[in-house]
């Protein structure tokens, strides 16, 4: 509604011969803005009134019915109509309100006019149709997002009709859904839409969440009249509500670290093989698109009660075993290479990345029927000889309950060839908090840490390390493992001990 001046000109105040007169100020005019069928009542109808307040100075106060200044006939006088009469808005620029088109909705038959104090306006059946229609539109600033962006939504409510409407919460009532939150307009605007007319509302941020990949981000607003004011229906509700999506893209990429479960198998025993799959993408992973396989064992399962999905950041574990042939012919090294490949039916999980996808290692098949003589089993695509990893582990050997301490492995590569695929574990005792925010491409699994870097070349180092904080409840001596791996590489083990002290 129009801003209400200090001014009030009132019976009270000026006395009844001062308002009349238009030597001190001219009175409000009423008109009929529209009328429309009352579908409850036969021949119904239901008539929109609206007031122009000229003079710049004055807000009219008019008593109501009872003092016959302002008032319905036919009966009843008072129908709800407003008694203050704000001088008419000074108008926004792009917008043509100024005066109020709406003030106040009545029902009756045959003709209504309203007397305001000396000037009328009548609504019959020949009075100008109403035609209501809001529309809305939902806007978002991006065609497409990717998990942990944030969208800006903005909502425009237009008038799509003929008639006039307050588009506030006097006359319309607007809602989301998708987690927006509906502000106020964007820039000035009136608080009536003329025909043709829109007002810009933001309608807030929302964040992208893994669980959106490859579908959208969602939200929608919709806009209703106050049918205590407007009873009569949108003319088209089919615009009355507005959804927009927007695409999702995720990326798709998983590493593996896969070493033999021990160092030597003897023939005729299983060797076994467990497979850490991490997912270092946006986007969950179902199991049903991942097929882990060995070239020398064949077919890893995931252990029982893996996840169905594996979250972003988040690691599966699976199993492979199979028989070790037995006689002397099987003694030596057994290479295998265990790959991770990803895909199902859908075409949606493609890895971007195949390089961390395989992990090449080897164990040694001695005892039992080799005896002291042993032969190579080597594939033809596969090192004939384990390359050397240098590795120094630095690690707190005391330590007071409560206390901290920090992990730091270096590894360096000693040969005159790039090392790849390398990769370091570092499984801290149980109940030992690590105290450190991890980055985005390392891994934890249970209280296992992993590290994993695409090469190390000759001679250069690479240092990883993580801090961790005792219980005051530990005490004693507290078991770290520390494994290093690298693809053609025999695996480095050491099991550093901390004493935790009263």
């Known amino acids: 509604m129009k801003t209400p001046r200090l001014l009030v000109a009132s019976a009270a105040v000026l006395g009844p011969a001062a308002i009349a007169s238009p030597a001190v100020a001219a009175p409000p005019a009423p008109f009929v803005t529209c009328v429309a069928p009352d579908p409850a009542v036969a021949n119904g109808l239901v008539a929109y009134w609206g007031y122009s307040n000229t003079d710049p100075e004055v807000t009219w106060t008019v008593p109501g019915a009872g003092a016959q200044r302002n008032r319905f006939t036919t009966a009843p006088a008072d129908r709800g109509q407003p008694t203050t009469f704000p001088t008419n808005a000074p108008g926004v620029p792009g917008y043509g309100d100024t005066a109020t088109q709406i003030a106040v909705s009545t029902a009756f038959t045959g003709n209504l006019t309203w007397q305001l104090d000396g000037k009328t306006a009548q609504a019959s059946s020949s009075s100008p149709a109403c035609g209501f229609d809001a529309a809305v539109d939902l806007v978002p600033d991006r065609a497409a997002a990717r998990p942990g962006d944030a969208i800006t939504w903005t909502a425009v409510v237009r008038n799509a009709g003929a008639t006039p409407f307050p588009w506030n919460e006097r006359g319309l009532v607007l ?63 089919a615009n009355n509500t507005a959804t927009a999506g927007v695409p999702v893209n995720c990326t798709v990429d998983v590493q593996v670290v896969a070493p033999f479960d021990k160092a030597s198998f003897a023939p005729g025993t299983d060797a076994t093989r467990t497979a850490t799959v991490s997912n270092v993408g946006q986007a969950p992973l179902p199991l049903g698109a991942l097929s882990v396989r060995d070239s020398a064992l064949g077919a890893y399962a995931p252990v029982p009660g893996t996840p169905a999905v594996i979250p972003p950041g988040g690691a599966a574990t699976f199993t492979v075993s199979a028989p070790v042939p ?111 925010r991890l980055p985005g491409r390392v891994v934890r699994t249970g209280n296992t840490v992993w590290w994993r870097t695409g090469a190390l070349a000759p001679g250069k180092r690479w240092t990883v390390s993580l801090k961790v904080r005792y219980p005051r409840q530990y005490v004693g001596k507290r078991r770290t493992l520390v494994r290093v791996f690298a693809r053609g590489a025999r695996t480095v083990r050491t099991v550093p001990v901390t004493r935790v002290l009263r």
């Open 326 to 436: 037995g006689g002397a012919a099987a003694c030596g090294t057994m290479w295998g290479t265990t790959t991770v490949a990803v895909g199902d039916a859908s075409g949606r999980y493609v890895d971007q990345d195949t390089s961390s996808n395989t992990w090449t290692s080897s164990t040694s098949i001695a005892g039992g029927a080799c005896g002291t003589a042993q032969t190579t089993n080597t594939p033809t695509n596969t090192p004939t000889a384990a390359r050397l990893i240098s590795a120094s582990i630095s690690a707190p050997t005391k330590v007071r309950r409560g206390g901290r301490g920090t992990y730091r492995v270096t590894v360096l590569n000693p040969g005159k060839t790039r090392m790849t695929a390398l990769a370091v574990a570092l499984s801290v005792p149980k109940r030992v908090i690590i105290s450190q």
């Open 175 to 237: 809602s989301a859904t998708g987690g927006l939150a509906l502000e106020g307009p964007a820039s000035p605007a009136p608080d009536e839409l003329m025909s043709g007319e829109a007002v810009t509302v933001p309608a807030g941020r929302t964040t992208v969440t893994p669980g959106q990949c490859f579908g959208s981000a969602t939200a929608s607003v919709s806009a209703a009249f106050v049918t205590s004011l407007i009873p009569t229906a949108d003319a088209n509700p």
